[in-house]
């Protein structure tokens, strides 16, 4: 079958568009029943495949197999419950199903027609539990437009896209509109680039269509590297053809013919999924020669990344998709003058393109309708950490940090108290309580020392040692290193070794000072995005949290109990039972008690391995400083250097 | 090859020593075990050929030929670099150039299961260190390192991208989310039975 | 211009990369630098435009045009973007209209002075007694920065010395990682041996699998060397061993010394660029203790003879054309590894100072009485390869090599400073005779062209036996690239080219193997020839004079100077080489000259070490046609 116009898209749709109807909640009367089994990478590694391998051998015994069917679906962003499973009709949604709960699920809610009320999501403030994924807080308070097709279709099924009006937008702009009506549209909506720096994505395109040289070409940046962040793996997995359509209509616009998805080969689920969905699109014709009977051809090559975080930056992206070291390039030339094989090249993240189709379906003006003054439209996040409901979720640009830990994230795990957000990554800083009720946007998070960069947010309680998660990040980025300039191979190497002497109680208060004058060079001088924003953990964790680093240095302590040298390791003598289990879990004797004594830990023989911490039935064991920290407020000013096109998409 | 000056031990006079001679081989009737790896070694080059033949006509597939080659020999070797080098008529400094750049290309042989412990930020901040601690202290090896009995390499990875099932140990394909110290013990004995049984069976 | 009279005038087309077009039109732009509004052409980047402006910005991993990375981040300076000062590599920003620029601000200086800092937290930093110390260019930039002390202090990196060779040294331990090595390496030679290996902080530029340089397809040329900021690449040094042969009493030291060293020597010692110091480098050589200071440009006389008549006589019976020059030992091992099919065509004449090295030892050691195993022969070279040459088996009798020491100019500048001379002070002494005999034909064997326009003026007459009235052939000096031309010969035209650095050699060698026809071509391994070999002195200053095509020009014109002022210009009316031949070589060609002026060559391939030769056979696809194997010459016992 191919697709050749208008009108046989839109066949296609008519034939698919009863089974998305009913799951958009619509009571069709198809009399068929649908599961949608979560296929992300979480539930698969929760063992919903073979959920859905147990599901449908269960059908098949019960005879059931004419009247439901199981599909696999993208990610529901709920991951901390999965695997996940919703049944249509009812929008019935069961998490945290087990393979052992299949026969159970089909005797009862497909053969008895009742609901397995034990596997439903249960509310942990009020103990209630939700039958309708409609009524469940972390979905309600959301608004997902990039995320609009995962968990609704099956991502291995092109026509499913297509009966999601996929692939419309494309035959109409392909048809009927001219590249710089569409580009128009575009810089209207407010886009900004989704992976870094938010360069606006309608300049970027006008950039490259703007170049007088052939061929150019289309690049979509699915190197996600920042440690936390998984939005772009989900949409590549849940609904990897928006980001070819969005190709194709960049492709349109600019002028190229071929694309490039660059994917790390760290995601096989996603890069199993694009390979699917490419190969899908060529047969029908959706990509190749003469799309809708037009004169436009396009297509697109995968290629692999290797392991190498520094190649988010374009211009090392761009190295890597030759085949090269992912070293990047001083700019100018900006890559949309010289990019691949020295030709105009237009590179945007996932999630970027993922938002195109829509705007351009729903028009700029509704899309501008979301967000704040500068950035317009949803951002997708992905919560992790110290967090209750860790997963991926969707606001409009604007959203308070205080909404989406608090509310859609259900608030920090233990009931320990929030202390900190990492957002963007190695790139990005800690947001500290007081920031708690800024709205989020670039702006925003640049002026207090972070960057939207491409959406992780990891949660951290008061159980984290902030200078500890700086050396954290410094080692990560130092070891992400190219290694071409000298402030990212070497700077960042002594930065890290700083950061370590103060983490192992060697640091001095001089050090300090160093650090952060290093710390302000190697911003200021590095090559590229990895370098120029590799301090910002360090500097906003200076800025906002000195006095951690001020009791490591002065006092010898980690408040926060992580720093194992510093660990100071006491007994509550009001908690203490007496039970001698942690006299006998210490491996060098130097816990010592009596019955119905308090024991006693001598701190010249602990070796602060912390097993008696672990074994303490009445956690009377503390860890952490011992003292009170004084500290006279003496913050730096930074904000990250030059303009917007100095920084990566990283 | 290149002759090599060498200082005699007796006279301290320097000479020059052509080192062709290490290079001669040495015909000698080959066992059946030596054979087989021969022939085992001549499949996989055939196997390489074919990818090489497959990506070499578009541009820049380096990349993508070394993930092929690495998933036939397991590693890449010297040998299978300058291979590929001479193949593809590139450059054999650039071809480790590109191997050396990138983390998920291994110039080590490998154990049989790779255990991967993700040091993302999310499985670090839920103590994906203790994790690693437990493996190290399990297999008595350190992180890079394969166990004596070439049946276990211990890395630490990047994100996985399983950040909501932090911390998350991956052995081979397998994702094991939210795991302890305890359960790494488990799984190790687990990939051991496996083994055990494999062998056996040999 | 006079031309030869000979028709046709000779069709001259340079190609050739990486150097400037003269008649390039230049536009002009204006720009703001410090505060000053200044003129640049358009195309230039920040670094050249300040620095027509009189502005030095200091810089460790730019070489114009080879080198343009923005990589060190020492030539940091601060560009007004938008209103907002951002910094930026000057080595890689286009300067233009109207820009504004900051290269001295608080700002830029303190964070050049931590780069610099950084630089030095991870360098061996063992300036008094290493072999770059005072013309090294990270001392320079230290000291012109008033480095005092180094903030910044960690772990050092601790790498083995790679020194198996017998020409360069590597030390990784004091590489900065400019990679003006591997940029030298690969964009202008063309050899690519170097590639950064490993990344971030552990990154090195090294050799594949970071092996010595004798164990990869390196052609030894030492461009590398030249082109190091610091002492991380050195030539293999021998200064040692050459005094301890003058201190022997046992031994009789000769010493040759190549055309280059002439015009190259005085430059170490602050005369200017293309100054002729042959007189004093004459007498500083006698007064280090040489018993007899002998001229390569002896044999390059004599190479000439015998190449004139192997051309004449491959071109008589079309055999092996095109002649390829054998001089340079950088391409010859270039061909050896890169173009194996071609090592039939490679002249089979030794490079004049192998020549030099062989005739030193029996027609010399028995005119003298001498016995050879007491000779010693020194040769003081522009070269690195010479060094690898020298070592190679075929290049002597039994254990008795040809030449024992080859010292490149930097290590003869090295021993006269040890010796206390002042270059200044010495008179101008003549060579010793015979072998210090020379016509100006084998001066000009020095730079690129030189070897072609000396074979071609005694050709002419071996086969016309007339004289050529014009001996200057313009057409075929010149720094292009690559330049080819038709001269007449034996009634007829053959078409010659010229190729100088392995990268245009490469262009050349393709379009041979493209089946296209040449009958002389010459070959030089070094950008320039041997003015600008990998042996010359380096200065360590910003100017990188060591690498730049104008200053190997002037070097070059100062060889045409002495060739100008000899009485004698061509090989064959070199009086002492007649009587060479009389006395006892007998004839070109002949028995005697076959055996201690020829020599043969060794396909190495690209992969020396790697042998795919088995799997290759049973399943190779696409495998390259099979070339007959390498036949060797004859007279070799």
Excluded at chain 1, 213 to 237: H, Q, W
Excluded at chain 1, 299 to 313: K, N, P, Q, S, T
Excluded at chain 1, 591 to 610: F, H, M, N
Excluded at chain 3, 138 to 166: F, V
Aim: glycine share 10%.
């Amino acid at each position: 079958m191919k697709v050749r116009n208008i009108e046989e898209l839109k066949a296609v749709k008519e034939k698919y568009y009863p089974l998305i109807k009913q799951r958009l909640g619509y009571r069709n009367g198809l009399g068929l029943t649908q599961i949608m089994i979560c296929s992300g990478t979480a539930c698969s590694s929760s063992e919903s495949q073979i959920i859905r391998q147990e599901l449908e051998q269960e059908l098949d015994k019960h005879g059931l197999k004419e009247h439901v069917r199981v599909f696999k679906t993208g990610c529901f962003g709920f991951c901390q419950h999965g695997p996940i499973i919703m049944v249509h009709p009812g929008e019935i949604f069961y998490c945290l199903v087990k393979p052992e709960d299949v026969k159970e699920l089909v005797q009862t809610h497909l053969v008895k027609g009742q609901l397995v009320e034990r596997l439903l999501f249960r509310d942990e403030n009020t103990g209630i539990r939700t039958p309708s994924i409609d009524d469940i807080h972390f979905f309600k308070a959301q608004k997902r437009i990039v995320l609009r097709n995962c968990g609704e279709i099956n991502p291995e099924e092109i026509e499913e896209y297509i009966a999601r009006d996929g692939y419309f937008t494309l035959a109409d702009i392909i048809l009927r509109k001219q590249p710089g009506e569409v580009i128009d549209i575009i810089k209207k909506s407010g886009l900004r680039g989704r992976g870094g720096a938010g360069f606006s994505t309608g300049r970027k395109w006008e950039m490259t269509a703007a170049q007088d040289v052939t061929p150019k070409y289309v690049v979509c940046n699915a190197d996600e590297g920042d440690p936390g962040a998984f939005m772009d793996r989900s949409i590549l997995e849940g609904d990897p053809h928006s980001v070819l359509e969005a190709m194709a209509i960049a492709a349109y616009c600019i002028g190229a013919n071929q694309g490039y998805i660059y994917v790390r080969a760290e995601y096989p689920v996603a890069v199993d999924r694009l390979e699917i969905a490419i190969e899908q699109a060529r047969e029908i014709g959706l990509l190749g020669k003469g799309l809708f009977g037009s004169d436009f051809d396009f297509d697109i090559g995968l290629r692999y990344g290797a392991g190498a975080f520094v190649c988010g930056e374009e211009t090392a992206l761009l190295q890597s998709v030759m085949g090269q070291r992912g070293e990047p390039r001083p700019r100018p030339p900006y890559p949309a003058q010289e990019g691949l094989w020295g030709k105009p090249t237009l590179i945007n993240n996932v999630e970027t393109f993922a938002n195109i189709p829509v705007i351009l379906r729903a028009g700029w003006e509704r899309y501008r309708g979301y967000g704040t003054a500068g950035s317009k439209g949803t951002k997708v996040f992905s919560l992790a950490g110290k967090i209750k409901n860790t997963g991926l979720i969707e606001v409009p640009m604007g959203t308070s940090l205080r909404t989406i830990v608090f509310d859609i994230g259900g608030g920090i795990t233990g009931g320990r108290r929030y202390k900190a957000v990492q957002t963007g990554g190695p790139s990005g800083g800690c947001i500290p309580e007081k920031f708690l009720d800024l709205p989020i946007d670039y702006e925003n998070l640049k002026e207090i020392g972070s960057i939207m960069g491409s959406g992780g947010m990891i949660v951290m309680s008061e159980d984290n040692c902030m200078v500890d998660l700086a050396r954290f990040y410094l080692e990560f980025t130092q070891d992400e290193s190219c290694g071409r300039c000298t402030p990212c191979r070497v700077g960042t190497k002594r930065m890290l070794e700083i950061l370590k002497r103060i983490t192992e109680g060697q640091g001095e208060m001089e050090d300090l000072e160093v650090l952060e004058e290093l710390s302000f060079d190697v911003r200021d001088a590095s090559l590229c995005g990895l370098g120029q924003t590799a301090p910002n953990p360090v500097l906003s964790t200076l800025r906002y949290f000195k006095d951690e680093y001020i009791a490591h240095v002065r006092d010898k302590t980690c408040p926060a109990g992580v720093c194992k040298a510093l660990l100071d390791l006491r007994i509550d003598e009001e908690k203490c039972i007496a039970c001698g289990l942690c006299a006998k879990a210490c491996a060098v004797g130097a816990i010592s008690g009596a019955p119905k004594q308090p024991y006693r830990i001598d701190p010249e023989k602990c070796v602060k391995c912390a097993a008696c911490f672990a074994k303490c039935p009445k956690k009377a064991i503390l860890k952490g400083a011992g003292r009170e920290v004084i500290v006279d407020e003496k913050t730096g000013i930074f904000a990250g250097a030059g303009g917007p096109e100095n920084r990566a998409t990283l | 090859m290149e002759p090599e000056i060498v200082k005699r031990q007796e006279t301290g006079e320097k000479d020059y020593v052509n080192r062709e001679q290490d290079n001669v081989a040495i015909r000698i009737k080959k066992p059946a075990a030596v054979k087989e790896a021969d022939n085992k070694r001549e499949r996989r080059y055939k196997d390489l050929d074919h990818v090489i033949e497959q990506y070499s006509r578009e541009p820049g597939q380096l990349i993508r030929i070394l993930h092929k080659a690495q998933d036939i020999f397991g590693y890449l070797p010297e040998d299978v670099q300058a291979y590929i080098a001479e193949k593809t008529e590139t450059p054999v400094s650039e071809v480790n150039g590109v191997v050396t750049f990138y983390s998920l290309f291994s110039t080590e042989p490998k154990g049989k299961c790779t255990l991967k412990v993700c040091m993302g930020t999310a499985c670090y901040v839920k103590g994906a260190q203790e994790i690693m601690d437990a493996i190290k202290e399990h297999l008595k090896v350190d992180e890079g390192e394969t166990t004596a009995d070439k049946l276990f390499t211990v890395k630490s990875t990047r994100c996985v991208g399983a950040c909501g099932l932090a911390p998350v140990l991956v052995a081979n394909d397998d994702v094991y989310g939210e795991a302890g110290a305890k359960d790494v013990v488990k799984i190790i004995h687990e990939y051991r039975k496996g083994e055990k049984i494999e062998s056996s069976e040999h | 211009m006079k031309k030869p009279e000979f028709s046709p005038a000779p069709v001259v087309r340079k190609t050739g990369q990486l150097y400037d077009n003269p008649e390039k039109v230049v536009q002009k732009i204006k720009l703001t630098i410090d505060g000053r509004e200044v003129e640049a052409d358009k195309g230039m980047n920040i670094l050249e435009a300040a620095h027509a402006a009189g502005i030095e910005i200091p810089s460790l991993c730019y070489l114009r045009h080879i080198n343009e990375i923005g990589s060190c981040r020492v030539c940091l300076v601060e560009v007004e973007i938008g209103g907002i000062r951002t910094l930026q590599a000057s080595c890689a920003y286009p300067a233009t209209e109207g820009l504004v620029i900051h290269t001295a601000s608080p700002r830029v200086r303190r964070v050049r002075k931590t780069m610099v800092e950084l630089l030095l937290s991870d360098h061996h930093r063992e300036c008094t007694t290493c072999i770059r110390n005072l013309n090294c260019e990270l001392q320079n930039i230290a000291d012109n920065l008033g480095i005092r002390n180094i903030k910044y202090t960690g772990e050092m990196k601790e790498l083995p010395i790679q020194n198996k060779n017998s020409f360069i040294v590597r030390d990784y331990n004091k590489c900065i990682k400019c990679r003006r090595c591997e940029a030298i390496c690969s964009k202008v030679q063309e050899v690519n041996v170097y590639s950064a290996i490993n990344r971030g902080y552990d990154t090195v530029i090294a050799p594949a699998f970071m092996q010595d340089l004798s164990r990869v397809a390196c052609i030894t040329c030492g461009q590398c060397v030249i082109a190091c900021p610091t002492a991380s690449l050195t030539e293999k040094e021998c200064v040692d061993s050459v005094w301890e042969a003058l201190e022997d009493p046992d031994k009789y030291v000769v010493v040759q010394t190549a055309p280059s060293i002439q015009v190259t020597l005085g430059e170490v010692f602050g005369y200017p660029v293309g100054t002729v110091v042959t007189g004093k480098l004459v007498a500083a050589l006698r007064r280090l203790g040489f018993d007899k200071v002998f001229s390569t440009d002896f044999t390059a006389d004599l190479t000439i003879m015998e190449e004139a008549h192997e051309l004449l006589e491959r071109l008589e019976k079309h055999d092996r054309l095109p002649l390829l020059s054998s001089c340079s030992p950088g391409w010859v091992k270039f061909a050896e590894h890169f173009y194996p099919e071609f090592l039939e065509s490679l002249s089979t004449c030794k490079s004049p100072h192998e020549m030099f090295g062989a005739l030193t030892k029996t027609y010399f050691a028995e005119k003298e009485g001498l016995e050879p195993e007491k000779i010693v022969v020194v040769a003081i070279m522009p070269c690195t390869a010479k060094k690898f040459e020298a070592s190679r088996p075929e290049m002597g009798t039994g254990s008795m090599k040809d030449v024992d020491w080859v010292l490149t100019t930097r290590e003869l500048a090295r021993m006269i400073r040890q010796a206390g001379l002042n270059f200044h002070d010495l008179p101008d002494e003549d060579y010793d005779t015979p072998m210090g005999i020379s016509s100006g034909a084998g001066a000009i064997f020095g730079s690129t062209g030189g070897v072609i326009e000396a074979a071609v003026r005694t050709a002419y007459y071996l086969s016309s036996g007339q004289e050529l009235d014009v001996l200057d052939y313009e057409e075929l000096r010149g720094f292009s690239g690559l330049k080819e031309a038709w001269v007449e010969l034996k009634g007829r035209p053959i078409k010659v080219a010229i190729a100088h650095g392995t990268g245009n050699a490469r262009i050349l060698m393709d379009r041979l193997k493209a089946g296209e026809q040449f009958d002389y071509v010459e070959i030089m391994a070094c950008p320039g020839g041997c003015v600008g070999g990998g042996g010359q002195p380096v200065f360590g200053t910003r100017e990188h004079k060591e690498i730049s095509l104008d200053y190997r020009h002037n070097r070059a014109d100062a060889l045409d100077r002495i060739d100008y002022s000899k009485k004698l210009r061509r090989a064959h009316e070199n009086p002492a080489v007649k009587k060479i031949y009389e006395d006892f070589l007998g004839r070109p060609l002949g028995d005697m000259s076959k055996k201690l002026l020829h020599t043969y060559y060794t396909p190495r391939g690209v992969l020396p070490g790697f042998n795919f030769g088995e799997l290759k056979g049973s399943h190779d696809g696409h495998n390259k046609e099979n070339k007959p194997p390498y036949r060797q010459p004859e007279f070799i016992g």
